[in-house]
Protein backbone atom coordinates (compact mmCIF):
# COMPACT_ATOMS: atom_id res chain seq x y z
CA UNK A 1 0.00 0.00 0.00
CA UNK A 2 2.38 2.07 0.82
CA UNK A 3 4.88 1.74 -2.15
CA UNK A 4 1.53 2.19 -3.86
CA UNK A 5 1.13 5.72 -2.03
CA UNK A 6 4.58 6.37 -2.61
CA UNK A 7 4.25 6.42 -6.73
CA UNK A 8 1.12 8.21 -6.79
CA UNK A 9 2.47 11.20 -7.60
CA UNK A 10 4.56 9.89 -10.48
CA UNK A 11 1.33 8.21 -11.35
CA UNK A 12 -0.26 12.00 -11.68
CA UNK A 13 2.64 13.35 -13.25
CA UNK A 14 2.94 10.78 -15.80
CA UNK A 15 -0.68 11.13 -16.63
CA UNK A 16 -0.54 14.60 -16.98
CA UNK A 17 2.34 14.92 -19.09
CA UNK A 18 0.40 12.85 -21.71
CA UNK A 19 -2.19 14.94 -21.29
CA UNK A 20 -0.42 18.19 -22.45
CA UNK A 21 1.40 15.54 -24.82
CA UNK A 22 -1.32 15.33 -26.79
CA UNK A 23 -3.16 18.53 -28.14
CA UNK A 24 -6.04 17.47 -30.33
CA UNK A 25 -5.55 19.08 -33.59
CA UNK A 26 -8.72 21.37 -33.71
CA UNK A 27 -11.54 20.97 -36.25
CA UNK A 28 -12.77 23.61 -37.64
CA UNK A 29 -14.93 23.07 -41.00
CA UNK A 30 -17.89 20.47 -41.13
CA UNK A 31 -18.07 19.72 -37.36
CA UNK A 32 -20.93 17.15 -37.64
CA UNK A 33 -20.17 14.80 -40.59
CA UNK A 34 -17.23 12.74 -41.20
CA UNK A 35 -14.19 14.47 -42.87
CA UNK A 36 -14.12 14.81 -46.66
CA UNK A 37 -13.03 10.84 -48.19
CA UNK A 38 -9.69 11.09 -49.95
CA UNK A 39 -9.48 7.06 -50.90
CA UNK A 40 -10.79 6.08 -54.55
CA UNK A 41 -13.41 3.66 -52.99
CA UNK A 42 -14.47 6.39 -50.27
CA UNK A 43 -17.47 7.10 -52.51
CA UNK A 44 -19.03 3.75 -52.22
CA UNK A 45 -18.86 3.49 -48.63
CA UNK A 46 -20.43 7.34 -48.81
CA UNK A 47 -23.37 6.28 -50.48
CA UNK A 48 -24.08 3.38 -48.44
CA UNK A 49 -23.89 5.72 -45.43
CA UNK A 50 -26.10 8.88 -46.77
CA UNK A 51 -28.61 6.04 -47.77
CA UNK A 52 -28.50 4.37 -44.28
CA UNK A 53 -28.73 8.38 -42.57
CA UNK A 54 -31.75 9.53 -44.60
CA UNK A 55 -33.46 6.38 -44.46
CA UNK A 56 -33.23 6.50 -40.42
CA UNK A 57 -34.79 10.05 -40.80
CA UNK A 58 -37.29 9.17 -43.06
CA UNK A 59 -38.67 5.80 -40.57
CA UNK A 60 -38.25 8.22 -37.18
CA UNK A 61 -40.15 11.23 -38.80
CA UNK A 62 -42.99 8.89 -40.05
CA UNK A 63 -42.94 6.76 -37.02
CA UNK A 64 -42.97 9.82 -34.45
CA UNK A 65 -45.84 11.85 -36.89
CA UNK A 66 -48.18 8.79 -36.74
CA UNK A 67 -47.54 7.79 -33.01
CA UNK A 68 -48.29 12.22 -32.15
CA UNK A 69 -51.03 12.06 -34.43
CA UNK A 70 -52.57 8.88 -32.68
CA UNK A 71 -51.96 10.36 -29.69
CA UNK A 72 -54.16 13.33 -30.09
CA UNK A 73 -56.94 11.87 -32.31
CA UNK A 74 -57.34 9.02 -29.70
CA UNK A 75 -57.12 11.14 -26.82
CA UNK A 76 -59.13 10.29 -23.55
CA UNK A 77 -62.34 12.52 -23.86
CA UNK A 78 -65.65 12.37 -22.55
CA UNK A 79 -67.99 10.53 -25.13
CA UNK A 80 -65.56 8.50 -26.92
CA UNK A 81 -65.30 4.70 -26.27
CA UNK A 82 -61.76 3.35 -26.68
CA UNK A 83 -61.87 0.13 -29.58
CA UNK A 84 -59.95 -2.36 -29.53
CA UNK A 85 -57.86 -3.94 -32.05
CA UNK A 86 -57.29 -7.25 -32.82
CA UNK A 87 -54.85 -7.35 -35.49
CA UNK A 88 -54.64 -6.98 -39.03
CA UNK A 89 -53.14 -9.52 -41.30
CA UNK A 90 -52.52 -6.90 -44.21
CA UNK A 91 -50.66 -4.17 -41.88
CA UNK A 92 -48.98 -7.12 -39.81
CA UNK A 93 -47.92 -8.71 -43.51
CA UNK A 94 -46.45 -5.11 -44.95
CA UNK A 95 -44.56 -4.00 -41.91
CA UNK A 96 -42.59 -7.96 -41.86
CA UNK A 97 -42.00 -7.60 -45.37
CA UNK A 98 -41.26 -3.52 -46.14
CA UNK A 99 -38.24 -3.73 -43.16
CA UNK A 100 -37.25 -7.07 -43.44
CA UNK A 101 -36.40 -6.09 -47.35
CA UNK A 102 -34.69 -2.82 -46.32
CA UNK A 103 -32.40 -4.95 -43.96
CA UNK A 104 -31.76 -7.71 -46.88
CA UNK A 105 -30.94 -4.91 -49.09
CA UNK A 106 -28.41 -3.21 -46.99
CA UNK A 107 -26.65 -6.39 -46.09
CA UNK A 108 -26.45 -7.36 -49.35
CA UNK A 109 -25.06 -3.49 -50.91
CA UNK A 110 -22.90 -3.65 -47.74
CA UNK A 111 -21.38 -7.11 -48.24
CA UNK A 112 -21.17 -5.94 -51.93
CA UNK A 113 -19.15 -2.95 -50.93
CA UNK A 114 -16.79 -4.61 -48.84
CA UNK A 115 -16.00 -7.28 -50.88
CA UNK A 116 -15.09 -4.42 -53.60
CA UNK A 117 -12.72 -2.60 -51.35
CA UNK A 118 -10.86 -5.18 -49.71
CA UNK A 119 -11.09 -8.54 -52.06
CA UNK A 120 -10.26 -6.60 -55.32
CA UNK A 121 -7.16 -7.19 -57.21
CA UNK A 122 -3.85 -5.41 -55.85
CA UNK A 123 -1.76 -4.02 -58.64
CA UNK A 124 1.88 -5.61 -58.76
CA UNK A 125 3.14 -1.97 -58.64
CA UNK A 126 1.04 -1.76 -54.93
CA UNK A 127 3.22 -1.01 -51.94
CA UNK A 128 3.62 -3.12 -48.90
CA UNK A 129 3.41 -1.62 -45.88
CA UNK A 130 3.99 -3.93 -42.21
CA UNK A 131 2.39 -1.90 -39.88
CA UNK A 132 2.31 -3.68 -36.54
CA UNK A 133 0.22 -1.87 -33.57
CA UNK A 134 1.30 -2.00 -29.97
CA UNK A 135 0.40 -0.27 -26.34
CA UNK A 136 0.41 2.94 -27.39
CA UNK A 137 1.71 3.22 -30.65
CA UNK A 138 2.31 2.15 -34.15
CA UNK A 139 5.42 0.73 -35.87
CA UNK A 140 5.66 0.75 -39.32
CA UNK A 141 8.55 -1.26 -41.70
CA UNK A 142 8.71 -0.77 -45.61
CA UNK A 143 10.72 -2.92 -47.75
CA UNK A 144 13.75 -1.24 -48.38
CA UNK A 145 16.23 -0.84 -51.62
CA UNK A 146 14.71 -4.36 -53.40
CA UNK A 147 10.81 -3.22 -52.83
CA UNK A 148 10.20 -6.59 -51.32
CA UNK A 149 9.12 -6.92 -47.62
CA UNK A 150 11.36 -9.35 -45.77
CA UNK A 151 8.81 -12.41 -44.24
CA UNK A 152 7.06 -11.47 -41.03
CA UNK A 153 5.51 -13.84 -38.84
CA UNK A 154 3.10 -13.08 -35.80
CA UNK A 155 4.72 -16.32 -33.74
CA UNK A 156 8.52 -15.13 -33.93
CA UNK A 157 7.23 -11.13 -32.52
CA UNK A 158 9.09 -10.08 -29.18
CA UNK A 159 10.13 -6.73 -28.12
CA UNK A 160 13.26 -7.65 -29.80
CA UNK A 161 11.93 -8.26 -33.34
CA UNK A 162 9.21 -6.07 -32.89
CA UNK A 163 8.41 -6.74 -36.77
CA UNK A 164 8.78 -11.16 -35.89
CA UNK A 165 11.10 -10.75 -38.94
CA UNK A 166 12.56 -14.09 -40.22
CA UNK A 167 16.19 -13.54 -39.94
CA UNK A 168 17.20 -16.19 -42.80
CA UNK A 169 15.11 -14.02 -45.26
CA UNK A 170 17.40 -12.01 -47.44
CA UNK A 171 14.45 -9.54 -48.55
CA UNK A 172 14.80 -8.47 -44.80
CA UNK A 173 17.80 -7.14 -44.34
CA UNK A 174 17.06 -3.49 -45.96
CA UNK A 175 14.23 -3.09 -44.65
CA UNK A 176 13.72 -0.09 -43.01
CA UNK A 177 11.48 1.15 -40.23
CA UNK A 178 9.06 4.20 -39.56
CA UNK A 179 7.36 6.16 -36.93
CA UNK A 180 4.80 8.07 -39.65
CA UNK A 181 2.79 6.22 -42.35
CA UNK A 182 4.32 8.33 -45.91
CA UNK A 183 2.63 7.14 -48.91
CA UNK A 184 2.43 8.34 -52.67
CA UNK A 185 -0.78 9.78 -53.54
CA UNK A 186 -2.30 7.63 -56.54
CA UNK A 187 -0.73 4.20 -55.57
CA UNK A 188 -2.08 1.48 -53.83
CA UNK A 189 -1.24 0.55 -50.87
CA UNK A 190 -1.18 -2.11 -49.36
CA UNK A 191 -1.46 -2.96 -45.47
CA UNK A 192 0.00 -6.15 -43.75
CA UNK A 193 -1.94 -5.14 -40.27
CA UNK A 194 -0.90 -6.91 -36.97
CA UNK A 195 -0.96 -6.09 -33.35
CA UNK A 196 1.90 -6.82 -30.50
CA UNK A 197 -0.30 -6.85 -27.55
CA UNK A 198 -3.94 -6.57 -27.21
CA UNK A 199 -6.75 -5.64 -29.98
CA UNK A 200 -6.31 -2.39 -31.80
CA UNK A 201 -7.68 -0.62 -34.81
CA UNK A 202 -6.58 0.97 -37.40
CA UNK A 203 -8.52 3.53 -38.38
CA UNK A 204 -8.25 6.73 -40.75
CA UNK A 205 -11.94 8.34 -41.21
CA UNK A 206 -10.74 10.24 -44.41
CA UNK A 207 -10.10 6.94 -45.69
CA UNK A 208 -13.13 5.22 -44.64
CA UNK A 209 -11.16 3.25 -43.11
CA UNK A 210 -11.14 0.97 -39.98
CA UNK A 211 -9.96 -2.50 -39.26
CA UNK A 212 -9.03 -4.02 -36.12
CA UNK A 213 -5.86 -5.62 -35.05
CA UNK A 214 -5.59 -8.74 -33.60
CA UNK A 215 -3.17 -10.26 -31.69
CA UNK A 216 -1.90 -13.34 -33.78
CA UNK A 217 -3.48 -12.63 -36.71
CA UNK A 218 -2.25 -10.62 -40.13
CA UNK A 219 -5.17 -8.97 -42.06
CA UNK A 220 -3.92 -8.66 -45.35
CA UNK A 221 -6.81 -7.09 -46.55
CA UNK A 222 -6.31 -3.88 -45.65
CA UNK A 223 -5.71 -2.17 -49.01
CA UNK A 224 -6.53 2.12 -50.15
CA UNK A 225 -5.45 4.28 -53.18
CA UNK A 226 -5.30 7.77 -52.00
CA UNK A 227 -6.25 10.90 -54.42
CA UNK A 228 -5.13 13.84 -52.51
CA UNK A 229 -1.97 14.83 -50.61
CA UNK A 230 -1.94 16.47 -47.46
CA UNK A 231 -1.29 15.35 -43.60
CA UNK A 232 -3.36 13.15 -41.60
CA UNK A 233 -3.42 10.75 -38.32
CA UNK A 234 -3.86 7.42 -37.83
CA UNK A 235 -5.62 6.64 -34.21
CA UNK A 236 -6.55 4.04 -32.44
CA UNK A 237 -10.50 3.06 -32.06
CA UNK A 238 -10.25 0.66 -29.72
CA UNK A 239 -10.31 1.23 -25.83
CA UNK A 240 -6.92 -0.37 -25.51
CA UNK A 241 -5.59 0.48 -22.09
CA UNK A 242 -4.50 3.86 -20.14
CA UNK A 243 -2.58 5.43 -22.73
CA UNK A 244 -5.16 4.82 -25.62
CA UNK A 245 -5.90 8.37 -26.23
CA UNK A 246 -2.49 9.17 -26.75
CA UNK A 247 -2.25 6.33 -29.35
CA UNK A 248 -1.77 8.07 -32.74
CA UNK A 249 0.91 8.23 -36.12
CA UNK A 250 0.98 11.07 -38.80
CA UNK A 251 0.02 10.38 -41.69
CA UNK A 252 1.61 12.05 -44.86
CA UNK A 253 0.40 11.31 -48.63
CA UNK A 254 3.54 13.09 -50.78
CA UNK A 255 3.33 13.65 -54.27
CA UNK A 256 5.10 10.50 -56.01
CA UNK A 257 8.74 11.90 -56.59
CA UNK A 258 8.72 13.19 -53.04
CA UNK A 259 8.10 10.08 -51.84
CA UNK A 260 10.86 7.89 -54.31
CA UNK A 261 13.08 10.85 -52.71
CA UNK A 262 12.04 10.07 -48.41
CA UNK A 263 11.80 6.54 -49.57
CA UNK A 264 15.94 6.57 -51.24
CA UNK A 265 16.70 8.22 -48.40
CA UNK A 266 15.62 6.13 -46.02
CA UNK A 267 16.72 2.79 -48.02
CA UNK A 268 20.08 4.13 -48.18
CA UNK A 269 20.45 5.54 -44.71
CA UNK A 270 19.32 1.84 -43.58
CA UNK A 271 22.04 -0.16 -45.61
CA UNK A 272 25.05 2.38 -44.66
CA UNK A 273 24.16 1.10 -41.53
CA UNK A 274 24.25 -2.26 -42.21
CA UNK A 275 27.46 -1.96 -43.76
CA UNK A 276 28.63 -0.26 -40.47
CA UNK A 277 27.59 -3.10 -38.73
CA UNK A 278 29.30 -5.63 -41.11
CA UNK A 279 33.04 -3.50 -40.49
CA UNK A 280 32.67 -3.64 -37.23
CA UNK A 281 32.11 -7.44 -36.87
CA UNK A 282 35.55 -7.80 -37.40
CA UNK A 283 37.09 -5.33 -35.20
CA UNK A 284 35.04 -6.78 -32.38
CA UNK A 285 35.93 -10.30 -33.12
CA UNK A 286 39.82 -9.04 -32.98
CA UNK A 287 39.07 -7.40 -29.77
CA UNK A 288 37.12 -10.32 -27.48
CA UNK A 289 40.05 -12.53 -28.56
CU1 LIG B 1 -4.71 0.88 -29.39
Excluded at 81 to 105: D, M, V
Excluded at 111 to 125: A, F, K, S, Y
Excluded at 178 to 195: N, W
Excluded at 238 to 252: D, E, S, V
Aim: net charge negative.
Amino acid sequence: MKFLLRLFPLIIVTLLGGITNAPAEERTGNLYWAPPSITTGGDQIDVLINFIFWLTIAVFVATQTVYIVYLVKYRRRPGHKAHYSHGNNTLEFWWTIIPTAIFLTLAIWGNRVWHDLTQGEIPPDAITIDIVSYQFGWDLRYAGADRQLGRGDVERMSLENKYGVDPEDPAGKDDFTSTELVIPVGKTVQVLLRSRDVIHSFYVPAFRLYQDAVPGRTIKWVNFTTTKTGELEIACSQLCGTGHYNMKAKIRILPVEEYEEWYAKKSAAVLAQREDEMNAEPLLASSAL
